[in-house]
């Protein structure tokens, strides 16, 4: 395909879309309907659709630059150094480059040194830093920028510290009149005298009289000052889940190292020091059975020892003394081994006979050796002069690492002692679990563990059969077997020393594996330590990034077992070779210890008398830079004639071969087995290698293979694979121009390289992983360079530019597929990032920095040249011509070569964006799979072009070809598609490929025309538009489409993009413009809105169309709101979230620092407002009030005042928690009782994501120009306002202060959707939400991308935050939270309140300003009752001030509401204990009641509710401090003294009436909350209370409320049923006066029958009460219905409480009412609750079932119990309460309240005597009552619910004798009986009542036995009568009767009492009456004994009757004494005589 064949199908692709535009805008003009989903006519266009942007470049060309004033110039346009070229130098470990010096190098080393020594090239974005995407606001930057904030004082902080808080300091003396030392007996507060208290200081022009206007300019400047600039610094920093812009720069390309260890060798002892020992180290991988580091040599013999080998060192370089080195792992496992193998000189003898002395011998027999000794020396001496250069193997011994780093918790290191015998890798084998548990890598980390020194004590030595590397393995792996075959042979004993730590950051004095100096390298004479290079246990995929060129030669084995001669000790000798001359062995060998630094030759240690030796060497060598065909290894072996014979040579060669290190111009690696010849080789034979059998020359064994050696290179300029090595030799020939060229076994000529080079470049993808990774940088250089510079061929320009741009899609697959696990978040490779960002340049273009600063000098890998042709011209003509930019035509001015080459070249983007247009489909899915490389590749090359081309100052339009960016049009096009498309096959990949075409368009805005871009942008849109409405699940689309609009908004100019400067143009149609005539005619003004200001407000078409970017995203958030969105939830939290972290960044934004720019940047986001405004309802619900949302919306949208709201009495929900309920008193008394509002339509947004719009809507009115707003509410309609104040009440909710106890209480596990889970929590506790529903939501809630199991990119999935959500937080953690919290509340708040002061500035001239402003100030009463801190409350207030000043009538014409409210948050705050807090609220309680005084000479209203508010705050509030409020009262008092204006007034008066009122009833709270858990004492301190509000029914009425609610609390049903019982007699009492209504009960009277005490209610006479006074009885409770609702929850209550006789007494009552209703439901309701009643009195009719209560006499003695001293009490107990509870209750409580050792128990029920107690203690007695009835009252208390109900009289019996003791003999045993009769009746409002009247009879010894007597009589009775008959239990009493009992039985009394006849005749009648029972006593017994017969089986005759035998002794022994006679009882009584039976005759002894 041509290439003008494939404009013009790129033209087609532009052209349909720009005729699709054009269509679509001629459309909108003419308004045709749409299909859309939302079309409001206000808006004009649809939002679904995307409005026509304005084109940028025309709007910024028409505008002067200098139309805007001094900042907001900044803004018009980017800055002219938005965009430089940076050349950063690279990094260089080394000091010195290490590349090599020799002249000629060949081109691909040329390529591979130029390569990594150019400085790095980018592109730099000056303010790209500023986005979002690159400093993103997390966690800890919010942090940082938190860290000057000032502490807010909060009222609830300032609990912690009771008493005073810090605030306070300005009193000293704080706190209350009494005593500091005396107790608080609650007697103390009644010492406070409100004159003698001190005021708090008094505000400084309060009583002045100023102009309203001034008023608020001092206000609002007090408001404006100290606030903090950035509102969102405030709130927590936006979700990381959702930051799909986020970028980071990438790390620039580094040398790859894997965990670093230092092995240092310390010392190496013997039992015996005889000769010089090396030492060799290196790391071994058992399980890849690979050794993974080249050799480390070490040398630490002593100087002596050195000094035998004199005759054959030369000076050691100081390279090769090191003793430290640094090992590299990559990958780290438990199978790694520091195998340290020894040598030592070759001598006579195989290695055992060597080893021998070293076993044999040991230190401590030195002396008795001493002659073996010195032979050995001799002998040692001799071998090193004659053969000191050979070595030979002499032992080994391996660490196994994991045991070090595994151990490394072990305190004491040094191993073994060296006493014991135990081989070295056992030494740790008790301690750490060393064997392989688990096989994964990572269980094994070398990189922290602690450093160790090893004591290494038992080597093995080497067996001359087993030296190779297969062998060690062998071995290492038996090493780790327990019984290993290693143990068992005699190990060689030494001390070796190392330490191994892992190695430190940049450790001094290092050498690199070249054995360059390793920065920081302080001083060239240090012993260095070396780096040890690492070969990789696996692929390890980095590029290189220095120049590294090493070869190691391995030689493996020789068998030389045929060859003739003497043939024994062999060694081999390496030498590297440069030509054939034996002076041609170049010095490239690297020496191993203590010798020179390169060598020209090597030699194997010697195995003794071995034809086939095994090798276990590695000789490393320094490659030439420049490898020719003539180099080579050159190895010849030699035999070593240990013995010193005449005529024998020291060393004989016995055979030569060698390797050419060339073959086709590929460097030879890898395992070769050659032959070995016997003759020296014949000349030139280096070309050739030895498999060539060359004439006349003799070979081992016949030519065959018998030398095994092995090259290994590590280079970063020999690639070593195939394809790579091909590529390369193809460029680089082309490059050179030398044909022909020989490739393998071709010769290449000009006419087939090109077909060469195309196989070459599809074969890349063949090449393996890790050589292309590594040479990634070269070969995606070349790949460039082939596609800018196509090469010329025979004078021919070869478009190569298909080819090649396939093969970098294949490449950079392949690198993407090798690194898959490093890829970051968004699906980059690193390295490939990091290429584009740092090593990418174009080709042949000298970097120079712009506006002629010098060019920075850096080698560019140019074309060769001709000679002496001058650069400069090359340069010149290569930025102006472009070729596939036609337009630029230039005529070339002489045809040579290089012009035509510079023709031929072209630029990559326009390269690029063409070849993907137009590739194929397989390689389209390639680029598409990684597309974000070519889009950056593209970016930096236009950023190139333009900063190289200085084509910055160009005008934008004018940069870029137009057909360049038709190409780009159909790129973005087409992968737009590709997005939309495979969003729901493959939607990780839909995923990646959005970000990286939201990130390229992004990118672009910096580069090319504006306009153009966000054509491209609304042609985006559409695509996705038209595809949403056939889309199965749209919310996948919607939210790739908002992270796409999210990461274009993330630009750094995205303000600049939006045009902000621009004032808004009104549309331009003819038509009358839309938003005037649809809205309402606006509330404030007469005439028609002005539509520039409504537009700006609304996501308008004018608005969309200028702020085009801030568009798109506020219609994000615009659709995700819809009712009907899908997928809500996941949508609302990506919309909301992407506009709060775009306004987050503008905070933190240093260029939108000043107010006047922030200003503009908020009228970007002025549709918010109107969006939050409507979205309204679906908010969560911070109020947590019912039908709260809409509140003030709906009152200003009827006339009706709000839904039900309550007359201005206490609200009731108020009061019922005054009793302590768990609301905060004036919290939410504002929320109106309405029904429940309609279930919201729509589906509701989390908390979270509610309180993120919130924060983000208040953002826009804390910054927006206020005069705008101001122009905006005066537009708004009625209802909207209502909104928009309900919004603000909202936001209040919100942010509202928890308190640092919350922040404590939370801390345990932090779930970061805690908010939601509490908001869900509530829904389903409140039952708002069915079950059904909540499956629906969770159903719905399911992430749009169905059950993807498998999406581990999906991150919103995950519920846990890792980084932030540490369980728990450190104190300090949680005070800077508390401390940021209380910040944000505080801003917050003052934010709306600037808000709702200009929507009072507005209101003031409409008509309709009394709804709003009580609207208004609902919200500021709202604000004043949440919790607040100081600062805002002295705002607040003073707004509060400043509102009623202007607006009285608000509070004193319309209902009483507002002002209730108003008053009960004032005395709130004038109890405060922060006295900021005070000063105000007491200035406003003044100014308010001034105000009320002046408008009606009397202040009666603001008196009634401030009396009101008192009660019920100090019912509420558990934290209330009483002593503030007093200090409040004293400040009012202060004022009224002082306001001159009302001097002559009854003012002052009133208000000291007032306050003293006050102070008396905070008085007696104040002993309330003293006894805030004493519930008796309580409960009594309320009963006063009530008691002292009889004045006043409404407050009387709450405190029985309350009352009712603390019993019901308690669980005393009952008694909270007496309350109710109470308030109801108390409003019938009252609607009795008011109206007079048959069915109503005739006040307290008709109670009666419930209750005896109810007449109490009744105590008000008419002359008090004058119903008609304003405010009385007014509260809902006073009404029929609120009668109806106390007897019902009186009944409810007796119900609970099992008092169902009372139930129907109450029904009484009720059913008239109801009937008169005719309100048929409830009566139904109440007949079957009476009938349900009734059932169960039946049920439980003999009264066990339901037991009513214990009675306890309770008395209180010793002046510790202060107003309790002396006082007596009947307590009422749960049933069944047994003595020792309610005693050790009662104890336990007081101990409490007293101390230990103060309380006693008075264990007996005698009358107690004040004189013997001790003064100092107090006592409490407890006895058990019994209810008493007299005679004539139990005909009437038949059942057991009459006689448990009722209760006024008690009695308990005391037993005494006159000796003192309680029990004695029957003579002398007297009673004490006790009667107590109490104040009212239990059940009453109280469980304890005072006992007001007693009396005590005292029983005689014959009295007390007629008692006893007559109950035992009773109880046979019982017995006998039962029915059904109870066999034990009768048997009992009969043997309790008629047995033989002991002490005290029947018998004994009669005995007793009746043998002699009494002398005194007042007697005579007890005796009498005493004989009289004991016959009726017989006479039961008799009764008794029958039944029983009658009643036994067979088995209990015998048992009845020695019963029988028993009576009859009995009645035997009583019948002489029943039969005597009195003989007075015959005469008739005296008068004196009294009947003893009449309760009148006992002996009283009264109280």
């Not at 003009?29 to 025309?58: A, C, K, M, Y």
């Not at 260095?528 to 690492?534: D, M, S």
């Not at 000798?573 to 490239?588: F, H, I, T």
């Not at 490449?811 to 090593?839: I, K, M, T």
Request: one cysteine or more; charged letters at 25%.
């Amino acid at each position: 395909m041509a290439a003008a064949e494939r404009r013009a199908f790129a033209h087609k692709i532009n052209r349909t879309v720009a005729a699709e535009v054009r269509k679509q805008v001629s459309r909108e003009r003419s308004g045709s309907p749409h299909s859309s989903r939302r079309s409001s006519s206000s808006l004009g266009v649809p939002l679904t659709e995307v409005i026509e942007p304005l084109d940028f470049e025309d709007v910024l060309l028409s505008r002067p630059p200098d139309a805007e004033p001094g900042p907001l110039r900044d803004l018009a346009e980017f800055p002219a150094d938005d965009l430089e070229l940076l050349l950063q130098p690279r990094e260089c470990r080394t000091t010195e480059p290490g590349i090599p010096e020799d002249g000629k190098l060949d081109a691909q080393v040329r390529a591979a040194v130029e390569m990594y020594t150019e400085d790095w090239l980018i592109t730099y974005r000056r303010y790209q830093h500023l986005s979002a995407a690159y400093s993103p606001i997390t966690a800890e930057t919010q942090r940082e920028r938190q860290k000057g904030l000032t502490r807010q004082v909060f009222e609830q902080d300032t609990l912690g510290d009771e008493r005073s808080g810090p605030e306070d300091s300005d009193d000293p003396r704080h706190s209350s009149g009494s005593p500091e030392d005396t107790p608080r007996s609650s007697g103390a507060s009644s010492i406070f005298d409100l004159r003698n208290l001190a005021a708090d200081s008094l505000l400084p022009s309060l009583l002045e009289r100023t102009a309203p206007e001034d008023v608020d300019r001092r206000n609002e400047a007090a408001r404006r000052q100290h606030r903090p600039r950035a509102l969102l610094a405030l709130y927590p920093a936006p979700d990381e889940d959702e930051a799909v812009e986020r970028c980071s720069r990438p790390e620039p390309p580094r040398e790859h190292f894997g965990q670093r260890i230092l092995v240092k060798c310390l010392s190496l002892k013997f039992e015996i020091e005889i000769e010089p020992i090396f030492g060799i180290l290196a790391l071994y991988d058992v399980r890849e059975k690979k050794k993974i580091s080249e050799n480390f040599y070490f040398d630490l013999n002593s100087d002596s020892m050195k000094g035998l080998l004199r005759a054959h060192g030369t000076h050691p370089a100081i390279s090769t003394l090191a003793r430290s080195a640094i090992f590299s792992v990559t990958y780290p496992s438990p199978d790694i081994f520091l195998v340290i193998k020894l040598e030592k000189v070759l001598q006579q003898g195989d290695i055992s006979e060597c080893c021998e002395p070293y076993m044999v011998m040991k230190e401590v027999d030195t002396a008795k050796n001493k002659e073996k000794l010195e032979k050995l020396r001799l002998a040692a001496e001799q071998f090193c002069t004659r053969l000191g250069r050979y070595r030979m193997p002499f032992a080994w011994t391996a660490v196994h690492l994991a045991n070090i780093v595994s151990s490394a918790g072990q305190p004491d290191r040094d191993s073994d002692s060296e006493g014991e015998r135990r081989p070295a890798w056992t030494d740790r084998r008790r301690r750490g679990p060393q064997d392989r548990t688990n096989s994964g890598d990572d269980t094994c980390s070398f990189s922290g563990f602690r450093p160790a020194t090893l004591t290494v004590t038992n080597f093995f030595k080497q067996e001359a059969e087993r030296l190779s590397d297969e062998d060690l393995f062998k071995f290492l792996a038996d090493m780790r077997r327990p019984s290993s075959l290693l143990r068992r042979l005699r190990p060689v004993t030494a001390q070796l020393k190392i330490d191994i730590s892992p190695a430190p950051e940049n450790p001094h004095f290092c050498l690199s594996p070249e054995l360059l100096h390793v920065k920081p390298y302080p001083d060239p004479r240090g012993r260095p330590t070396k780096e040890i290079l690492e070969f990789p246990a696996r692929e390890v995929y980095a590029p290189h990034t220095s120049y590294r060129n090493l070869l190691y030669v391995y030689p493996h084995c020789l068998n030389f077992s045929s060859r003739q001669g003497s043939v024994r000790n062999l060694t081999v000798r390496v030498q590297y070779m440069a030509g054939e001359d034996p002076s041609q062995a170049l010095p490239v060998i690297f020496g191993k210890s203590s010798c020179s630094e390169f060598a020209r030759e090597a030699f194997t240690p010697v195995v003794y008398h071995n034809k086939s030796p095994e090798f276990y060497e590695e000789f490393k060598l320094r490659l030439p830079a420049c490898v020719t065909e003539n180099h080579h290894l050159l190895f010849t072996f030699y035999h070593v004639s240990c013995q010193p014979r005449p005529g024998t040579a020291l060393e004989t060669p016995v055979g030569f071969t060698w390797i050419p290190l060339l073959q086709h111009g590929r460097l030879r690696t890898g395992p070769f087995c050659l032959p070995v010849s016997v003759d020296q080789p014949p000349p030139s034979y280096s070309v050739l290698t030895p498999d060539v059998a060359l004439p006349g020359m003799r070979w081992v064994d016949g030519h065959k293979g018998v030398f095994s050696v092995e090259l290994t290179a590590v280079s970063s300029v020999h690639p070593q694979d195939p394809h790579l090595d091909k590529f390369f030799t193809l460029v680089h020939v082309l490059e050179e121009g030398a044909f022909p060229f020989r490739l393998k076994d071709t010769v290449l000529s000009e006419n087939t390289v090109e077909q060469e080079l195309r196989a070459s470049l599809a074969a890349l993808r063949l090449a393996s992983p890790e050589p292309l990774v590594a040479f990634s940088h070269h070969v995606l250089d070349k790949l460039v360079r082939l596609v800018v510079r196509p090469p010329i061929i025979g004078g021919q320009i070869v478009n190569l530019g298909r080819g090649a741009f396939e093969a970098m899609a294949h490449v950079v697959s392949l690198v993407h597929r090798s690194l898959e696990a490093a890829q970051d978040a968004r699906g980059h490779c690193p390295l490939l990032a990091a290429y584009v960002h740092y090593a990418f340049r174009l080709p042949g273009t000298e970097p120079s920095l712009p506006s002629g600063a010098p060019p920075v000098a850096v080698q560019p890998a140019t074309l060769a040249r001709g000679p002496g042709r001058p650069a400069s011209l090359y340069l010149a003509r290569s930025k102006s011509i472009s070729s596939s930019n036609p337009d630029l035509a230039v005529t070339p001015g002489s045809v040579d070569d290089e012009v035509s080459r510079i023709l031929a070249s072209k630029l990559l983007h326009e390269e690029l964006a063409l070849q993907w247009v137009v590739s194929g489909s397989a390689v389209r899915e390639a680029v598409l799979q990684h597309a974000w490389f070519f889009f950056q590749l593209m970016v930096k090359s236009m950023a190139l072009h333009l900063l190289l081309g200085q084509r910055l100052d160009t005008p934008r339009k004018l940069r870029f070809p137009g057909r360049f960016l038709d190409d780009i049009t159909a790129l973005v096009g087409s992968v737009g598609l590709e997005v939309i498309t495979r969003v729901y096959k493959d939607a990780e990949l839909a995923e990646r490929l959005n970000a990286s075409l939201a990130f390229f368009l992004s990118d672009l805005l910096s580069l090319v025309d504006r306009g153009f871009i966000f054509s491209l942008v609304r042609a985006h849109y559409k695509q996705v538009s038209a595809r949403l409405q056939s889309a199965p699940n749209p919310a996948l689309l919607l939210t790739l489409r908002m992270d796409f609009t999210r990461i274009l908004c993330s630009h750094e100019h995205y303000v600049t993009l939006n045009l902000p400067c621009c004032p808004l143009s009104p549309p331009a149609s003819p038509s009358p413009s839309v938003s005037s005539t649809t809205s309402q005619s606006s509330t404030f003004s007469s005439q028609a809105p002005d539509p520039k200001v409504t537009s700006m407000f609304e996501l308008s078409g004018p608005f969309r169309q200028q702020h085009f970017l801030a568009g798109l995203l506020l219609t994000e958030l615009a659709l995700a709101l819809e009712p009907e969105a899908e997928g809500a939830s996941l949508l609302h939290k990506k919309a909301i979230s992407a506009v709060h972290s775009l306004l987050c960044s503008h905070d933190a934004d240093p260029r939108y620092a000043e107010a006047s720019v922030k200003a503009r940047v908020a009228e970007l986001y002025l549709p918010l407002l109107s969006l939050a405004r409507d979205t309204l309802p679906r908010l969560h619900d911070f109020a947590e009030g019912p039908g709260q949302r809409s509140r003030l919306a709906s009152m200003l949208d009827s006339d009706t005042e709000g839904e039900g709201d309550i007359g201005g009495t206490i609200n009731p929900s108020v009061a019922m928690a005054i009793a302590g309920g768990p609301l905060a008193p004036g919290s939410r008394a504002s929320i109106s009782q309405g029904p429940v509002a309609a279930s919201r339509s729509g589906y509701p947004l989390s908390a979270e994501s509610s309180r993120t719009l919130l924060v983000c809507v208040l953002w826009v009115l804390k910054n927006a120009e206020p005069a705008l707003l101001q122009r905006w509410a005066a537009d708004l309609a009625l209802p909207q306002l209502g909104r928009l104040l309900d919004l603000l009440y909202l936001c209040l909710a919100a942010f509202e202060y928890k308190g640092k106890k919350a922040f404590e209480r939370i801390n345990s596990l932090t779930f970061k959707k805690s908010l939601d889970m509490k908001a869900r929590l509530e829904e389903a506790i409140l039952g708002t939400i069915g079950a059904r529903q909540e499956m629906v939501r969770r159903s719905r809630e399911r992430s749009p991308f169905g059950n993807q199991e498998n999406v581990r990119w999906r991150k919103s999935v995950t519920h846990w935050r890792q980084t932030s959500d540490r369980v728990d937080k450190t104190k300090d953690e949680m005070e800077h939270e508390a401390l940021v919290e209380g910040n944000l509340a505080t801003e917050t708040s003052l934010v709306v309140l600037d808000t709702l002061e200009i929507i009072v500035q507005t209101v003031m001239l409409s008509e309709a300003r009394e709804s709003i402003l009580g609207a208004v100030l609902k919200v500021v009463l709202y604000s004043l009752g949440s919790a607040q801190s100081a600062l805002f409350l002295q705002h607040g207030l003073a707004t509060q001030r400043a509102l009623v000043s202007k607006f009285p009538e608000l509070l004193f014409e319309e209902d009483t509401e507002l002002c209730a409210d108003l008053c009960l948050r004032l005395l709130r705050h004038c109890g405060s204990r922060v006295s900021t807090i005070r000063m105000h609220a007491s200035a406003s309680l003044y100014l308010l009641m001034r105000q009320n005084f002046e408008i009606g000479n009397n202040f009666a209203r603001v008196k009634m509710q401030v009396t009101m508010s008192l009660s019920s705050l100090v019912g509420t509030t558990q934290s209330f401090s009483e002593e503030h409020l007093r200090r409040s009262l004293k400040t009012i008092l202060t004022y009224a003294e002082e306001d001159v204006g009302l001097r002559d007034s009854t003012f002052a008066e009133q208000v000291q009436d007032l306050m003293f009122n006050l102070h008396m009833i905070l008085t007696d709270t104040v002993k309330m909350k003293e006894h805030q858990e004493d519930p008796e004492m309580l409960i009594d301190l309320m009963y006063r209370i009530a008691r002292g509000y009889q004045g006043s029914p409404d407050l009387r009425l709450t405190w029985l409320q309350n009352m009712a609610g603390k019993h019901a609390e308690l669980g005393n049903h009952a008694e909270a049923a007496q309350c109710m019982v109470h308030a109801a007699a108390l409003v019938a009492e009252y609607l009795a006066l008011l109206e007079d209504s048959r069915y109503l009960p005739v006040g307290c009277v008709s109670f009666q029958n419930i209750s005896s005490n109810v007449l109490e209610e009744s105590a008000i006479s008419d002359d008090i009460l004058s119903p008609d006074e304003e405010g009385f009885c007014s509260g809902k409770h006073f009404t029929e219905l609120g009668l109806v609702g106390l007897l019902e929850q009186a009944a409810a209550y007796f119900t609970m409480g099992g008092l169902y006789e009372a139930v129907n007494e109450v029904y009484k009552t009720l059913i008239p009412i109801l009937e008169a209703h005719r309100d048929y439901k409830k009566l139904a309701a109440v007949h079957g609750k009476l009938q349900e009643a009734f059932t169960k009195i039946m049920h439980q009719s003999s009264g066990w079932e339901r037991v009513f209560g214990t009675y306890f006499r309770v008395g209180f003695y010793g002046a510790r119990f202060g107003d309790l001293d002396e006082q007596e009490f009947v307590y009422k107990e749960p049933s069944i309460t047994k003595l020792a509870e309610i005693s050790h209750r009662l104890e336990e409580f007081y101990t409490e309240r007293f101390g230990e050792d103060v309380v006693e128990i008075v264990k007996d029920s005698n009358p107690v005597d004040k004189t013997k107690l001790d003064p100092q203690k107090a006592y409490i007695q407890i006895t058990y009552v019994e209810p008493h009835f007299d005679t004539y009252e139990l005909k009437d208390r038949v059942t057991y619910f009459d006689r448990n109900y009722g209760l006024r009289t008690f009695l308990f019996c005391t037993p005494f004798t006159p000796d003192g003791r309680a029990h004695g003999e029957l003579p002398e045993q007297h009673k004490r009986k006790t009667l107590l009769s109490t104040d009212h009746a239990f059940p009453y409002i109280k469980t304890r009542i005072r006992v007001c009247h007693r009396e005590e009879t005292v029983l005689t010894p014959v009295e007390v036995a007629i008692e006893d007597m007559q109950k035992k009589t009773r109880e046979l009775a019982f017995a006998t009568e039962q029915d059904p008959p109870d066999a034990k239990m009768l048997q009992m009493v009969l043997q309790g009767s008629v047995g033989p009992t002991v002490n005290q039985g029947p018998l004994e009394v009669a005995q007793v009492f009746l043998a002699e006849i009494p002398e005194d005749p007042k007697l005579f009648r007890h005796h009498n009456k005493l004989r009289l029972c004991f016959k009726d006593f017989c006479k039961k017994c008799e009764d008794a004994l029958r039944k029983n017969k009658a009643l036994i089986g067979p088995d209990q005759k015998e048992y009845h009757r020695e019963l029988e035998r028993n009576y009859a002794r009995l009645r035997e022994a009583l019948q002489p004494l029943l039969t005597q006679r009195l003989p007075q009882l015959l005469a008739p009584t005296t008068a004196g005589l009294r009947n003893s039976l009449n309760r009148a005759s006992f002996r009283k002894a009264d109280l």
